[in-house]
């Protein structure tokens, strides 16, 4: 499948800004299940240098610096990407999840790519023995991996409330697993947190949805902004495997990944600082359609 | 050892003493101890020292160890322990820990070997990670390590290393060899209240530490100073110190460091990215930083890459390092090497690397996330301690100690067990064991005390350089396993006895003093910034004090005035209301206003807030002020918040804090470094002192002023000597205003201050390339003229209320021409919200 991506991003500003430095990751990655077709971001105003360069997770990531006073900066960025994705049933067999555990701590391999990376709590991503008590439930011992991880997905999905007004960026893990609601970013995080709780490898993935779903099939939800969800390693064999908890699905061809990364905090599509500004608004606006 | 006596010579005068302080000191079972070895017998360093010790009469022993204790108070060495708003005086034991040459060699020999092997091993981690994929060591151990820094895979160094400087914690084990009990490889502290240590008690036991050959540390610094310079890629670099700010636990070390390295002390918001490189913001504009020695932890360095929250860094910073455009050190993610995971891999790496076994063994530990180990922490729980495989606390457990599962409840052990099953990676197990002890004076007695003897190592381009000598931590407790510097600890000079004398060149006692080197170039704009307020605050303090005077002299001479007196008086009061100085309405007494004024706590105005808030000032300028004028402002502070009894104690505190303030003018005028920043304590206090002169004619010289009036202003403006030996009659209003406003030859006057100020402006560099004249000049040019051209006959109450808004202007645009970036100017933000 193509699709065409148009993701606008815009902050305004109560009083000028006068210098901004920004890293955006904007840029979906040609990686397993997917190759990016053409690329571009427009940038409003023009920066003083732009400069691009893969980060340790392998996304591409590109330095901005705005000298020029502003209100308004529009972030536009296209994409064109082919997806092909083959996703496991969710029934099939897997590895014990202890065994996965043993493999992971076990890694000879520091890369991005290692699940050992995957394993420790990470900046917006405690460890919180109320939250691995929650997601112990679901890998009763000697359990397949993938089961584990299809049932706490599920378990997510029905016990948690969508609610895009209940949580802000720092929403404490806590809080979301008390009141059980939150957006796909809070339930990305607490599948993770649980699952590292237990010491298993779990990615957070920040991506897009198409937007429009196939004949017969419900809208998913949180198709018209950037999305987020999980990635498991299951093992050497399957490797990794998407999970969205949000929907209660595997990732197939229905996801366009953005970037990988232990949490939110490596991944977030447009970072930076600022001087200047008392207040900022930001809008979001994600358009993904199915070009064949 | 008492066989001296038997040979025939008088025993020396501290030999029965050593005999008596031998025999009581009750040496811990089990333990190692420095002064009495595992045999029974005193170790011969020590034997020397306090024999030559017990030489001294007590009561001599107890003026010397005041007499460490005063400089340590007047030096203002200071830190703060964790959760504590207000600084400590350093707590130094007066007894150094001795070392003797032999022994010093292998401990020098074990850090040299450990330092170059994490280095060489941070060299194939942020490589190509070699170490990892051959299996000799777990990637677990490194991944879980929050220092370990994914933004630097990759990249080299800046300057050639991850280390400049190492730091070993050590203790004598059991078997009385020296053990490594940590390494600390982020930032490492203590290196500056070692010089502090050693320049206090080499002076209390000045003629001690010549015959004892205690090896000098000033080498070392020497070496470690160029190392770092040297790192730099041009010739003449710039070298800051990156301090997290006056309230870090240790920022009186920071201070210390800068000032005798020579190095800027910056804190984030000093310092701009710009281009590929890292930029000072200084009186003259953005200046290249080539060196950054740093003592904040490395994801608090670059809240665009790292920790997102952190204010104490500098955005793009890890973009400029991955550039070679700036070398920090230690390098970001050097920190990843004191995670306790590594240590039992550190023997095999050292074969493995080095070809050569560790010279120093370090404690035992078994890290869990190896199934091996897992199992077998498992079985023997007990024989543990558990801590977190990374640093820092114990997950999922609080507080910061190890934890013992013998002393845990059988819930909370059960809790243990299970986290080390599920999680693994995140805990060692340690062998227990418990610090050895050294001497510490108790009241006449030597007693037995567990320390930790820190020992630091400087990378250089010749190899690594180790400080004879380091930084001792004595805990109060006999049992302790690990001891900070928080409540109850103290510190000690550690003493490297050679067999020989020391190298001549270094036997100098003033080798060892801090040396006072050019801060070199242009003022950076927070310090700046600081200098003008500090100068600002102790000029208006002055005035207070002047004020307050004024209105407790007559009550006390009661011959004096009258009706009209009383008028005057309520001037005084009015102005201090103004300024913040006091509360009380006009119809109260004027000693209690002068009392308030004084020293009320609530009043942002009081003289004693004034000064309080000058030595908060202060507080951010330790490594440009000496330590005579630092001694100036504290005890200036202590004693105004002494109460006072009555009127006289008021008028007597006032006049002795004028005489401090006078003393501190004469310490800045005649010691401080013209190119470093005086220009800016100047015109601040020139500014503030010409702003107040002007109020004080507006208010006692204005149209309707009395005889009264205008003699209280010659008091309050110091000026009565020049007018009665200028004018036979008493005081006139053109003459007075003359005098305190126009009068180009009066220290004292508005005319002078905006003379000096139009020098020192003249004196600052350009920040434009334009060739006009910019608007702080512009406006003291125009003051000038306006005062060298004015004549007492044109000066009116009105016209005074015009110069005096000038003046504040002028004071304004200093401000924002110089220190655009200080405390006052919109920091950076993030961006926020799920974009």
């Not at chain 1, 996304?59 to 972030?75: F, M």
């Not at chain 2, 350089?465 to 510097?485: E, H, K, L, N």
């Not at chain 2, 600890?489 to 003093?513: E, H, M, Q």
Request: charged share 25%; net charge negative.
């Amino acid at each position: 499948m193509i699709y065409e991506i148009r993701h606008v991003t815009t902050y305004s500003y109560e009083s000028p800004v006068s210098y901004a430095r920004c890293s955006l990751r904007l840029q979906p990655n040609s990686s397993a299940g997917q190759q990016l077709v053409s690329h571009s971001v427009d940038i409003k105003p023009l920066p003083a240098a732009r400069a691009m360069r893969t980060d340790f997770f392998g996304t591409p990531t590109e330095s901005v610096l705005i000298e020029t006073p502003h209100r308004v900066l529009r972030i536009d960025s296209r994409s064109r990407v082919y997806v092909e994705r083959f996703a496991p049933g969710r029934g099939d067999d897997s590895p014990a999840w202890e065994s996965v555990r043993e493999a992971s701590f076990d890694s000879n391999d520091l890369s991005g790519a290692s699940p050992i990376g995957y394993v420790f709590a990470s900046p917006l991503v405690p460890i919180i023995d109320a939250v691995t008590d929650y997601a112990a439930v679901s890998f009763t011992e000697g359990r397949g991996i993938l089961a584990g991880a299809v049932d706490l997905m599920h378990r997510i999905r029905t016990e948690f409330k969508y609610d895009p007004k209940a949580t802000v960026i720092s929403t404490p893990l806590q809080e979301v697993l008390d009141k059980r609601h939150g957006v796909c970013q809070d339930f990305a995080h607490i599948m993770i947190a649980g699952m590292r709780g237990l010491g298993l490898p779990a990615a957070y993935v920040s991506g897009y949805l198409r937007t429009i779903p196939p004949e017969g099939k419900e809208r998913l939800q949180g198709a018209d902004a950037t999305h987020a969800w999980v990635s498991v390693w299951c093992g050497e064999e399957l490797g990794w495997i998407g999970f969205d908890p949000t929907n209660d699905i595997l990732v197939e061809n229905d996801h366009i990944v953005l970037a990988i990364g232990r949490d939110f905090s490596d991944v977030s599509p447009v970072d930076g600082v600022i001087v200047g500004a008392r207040k900022q608004k930001l809008a979001v606006a994600v358009d993904v359609l199915l070009l064949e | 050892m008492t066989g001296q006596a038997g040979q025939g010579k008088k025993p020396r005068p501290g030999h029965r003493k050593v005999a008596q302080w031998t025999r009581d000191y009750e040496r811990l079972p089990g333990i190692s101890d420095e002064f009495i070895a595992q045999d029974g017998t005193p170790r011969e360093v020590w034997t020397r020292f306090f024999e030559a010790f017990g030489g001294l009469a007590p009561a001599e022993i107890e003026r010397r160890f005041g007499s460490a204790d005063r400089h340590l108070r007047e030096a203002g060495v200071t830190y703060r322990a964790p959760g504590e708003i207000a600084d400590r005086i350093w707590p130094l034991s007066h007894v150094p820990l001795l070392i003797d040459e032999s022994e010093w060699q292998q401990i020098s020999a074990a850090v040299t070997q450990r330092a170059g092997l994490l280095e060489k091993i941070l060299g194939d981690l942020y490589g190509d990670a070699c170490l990892i994929a051959s299996g000799a060591l777990p990637a677990a151990a490194i991944a879980g390590s929050s220092e370990y820094l994914r933004a630097m895979r990759g990249v080299k160094p800046p300057g050639g290393r991850y280390l400049n400087v190492y730091a070993a914690d050590l203790g004598r084990g059991p078997d009385g060899r020296w053990w490594v009990l940590g390494d600390r490889t982020q930032a490492p502290s203590g290196m500056g209240y070692a010089l502090e240590n050693r320049l206090v008690l080499s002076r209390a036991f000045t003629d001690l530490y010549k015959s004892m050959n205690v090896e000098r540390v000033a080498p070392f610094f020497e070496a470690f100073r160029d190392s770092l310079r040297a790192s730099a890629d041009r010739d003449e670099p710039r070298v800051g110190l990156l301090s997290p700010g006056p309230f870090s636990e240790t920022y009186f070390e920071h201070a210390t460091l800068a000032r005798y390295l020579g190095f800027l002390l910056v804190e984030g918001d000093d310092l701009a990215v710009s281009g590929d490189r890292v930029h000072i913001r200084t009186v003259a504009g953005l200046k290249r930083l080539d060196v950054l020695l740093r003592r904040v932890d490395a994801n608090s360095l670059d809240p665009l890459e790292l920790d997102a929250s952190s204010q104490l860094g500098v955005p793009g910073l890890i973009d400029v390092v991955r550039k070679n455009g700036v070398v920090v050190a230690n390098m970001p993610g050097s920190g990843v090497m004191e995670a306790r995971a590594l240590l039992g891999f550190l023997p095999s790496l050292s074969q493995k690397l080095l070809g050569e076994p560790l010279k120093m063994p370090h404690i035992a530990t078994w890290w869990c996330g190896q199934k091996s180990a897992r199992e077998e922490v498992l079985a023997r729980l007990d024989d543990f301690a558990i801590e977190g495989a990374y640093g820092g606390a114990v997950p999922g457990f609080p507080g910061y100690s190890p934890v013992l599962p013998s002393q845990l409840s059988p819930d909370e052990r059960e809790r243990l067990k299970a986290a080390i099953s599920n999680r693994g990676v995140d805990y060692v197990g340690q062998e227990l064991v418990q610090l050895s002890t050294t001497p510490v004076w108790d009241n006449g007695r030597l007693a037995p005390r567990p320390f930790v003897l820190r020992v630091f190592a400087a990378g250089t381009p010749d190899g690594w350089t180790i400080m004879p000598g380091g930084f001792c931590r004595i805990a109060d407790q006999p049992d302790a396993r690990a001891v900070s510097m928080g409540a109850g600890a103290r510190a000690a000079d550690v003493w490297v006895v050679a067999d020989k004398a020391v190298p001549a060149s270094t036997l100098l006692p003033a080798v060892d003093n801090v040396r006072i080197r050019r801060i070199a170039g242009w003022v950076p704009s927070r310090a700046a910034d600081n200098l003008f307020w500090l100068g600002r605050y102790l000029e208006r303090a002055e005035s207070t004090l002047r004020l307050i005077r004024a209105l407790s002299v007559p009550q006390r001479d009661p011959g004096k005035g009258g009706a009209t007196a009383l008028q005057s008086i309520e001037r005084i009061h009015r102005m201090l209301m103004t300024w913040g100085a006091t509360s009380l309405t006009s119809r109260s007494q004027p000693a209690k206003v002068a009392a308030q004024a004084l020293q009320s706590e609530q009043q942002f105005g009081s003289a004693l807030s004034l000064v309080r808030s000058a030595l908060r000032t202060a507080t951010s300028l330790r490594e440009r002020l000496s330590p005579d004028a630092w001694q100036v402002i504290t005890e200036m502070a202590e004693r105004l918040a002494h109460e006072v009894e009555d009127d006289d104690d008021v008028v007597s505190a006032a006049e002795l804090t004028l005489q401090e303030l006078a003393s501190f003018a004469g310490l800045a005028q005649e010691n401080m470094n013209r190119a470093a920043g005086w220009r800016f304590l100047e015109m601040g206090r020139r500014a503030e002192r010409a702003i107040n002169t002007t109020r004080f004619a507006r208010q006692f010289a204005c149209d309707e002023a009395t005889s009264d009036d205008l003699d209280i202003l010659l008091t309050l403006v110091d000026c009565q000597i020049t007018y009665r030996s200028r004018y036979l009659v008493g005081p006139l209003l053109a003459p007075v205003r003359d005098l305190v406003v126009l009068d180009p030859y009066n220290p004292r006057s508005v005319a002078f201050q905006v003379s000096a100020l139009n020098d020192h402006i003249a004196s600052l560099p350009a920040l434009k390339e334009n060739g006009l004249m910019e608007r702080p000049q512009r406006l003291a040019v125009a003051l000038r003229s306006s005062l060298v051209t004015g004549e007492a006959s044109e000066i009116h109450t009105k016209s005074l209320f015009a110069l005096e808004q000038d003046l504040l202007t002028l004071a304004d645009s200093i401000g924002l021409h110089y220190f655009p970036h200080g405390a006052s100017a919109s920091r950076p933000e993030k961006l926020t919200g799920l974009a």
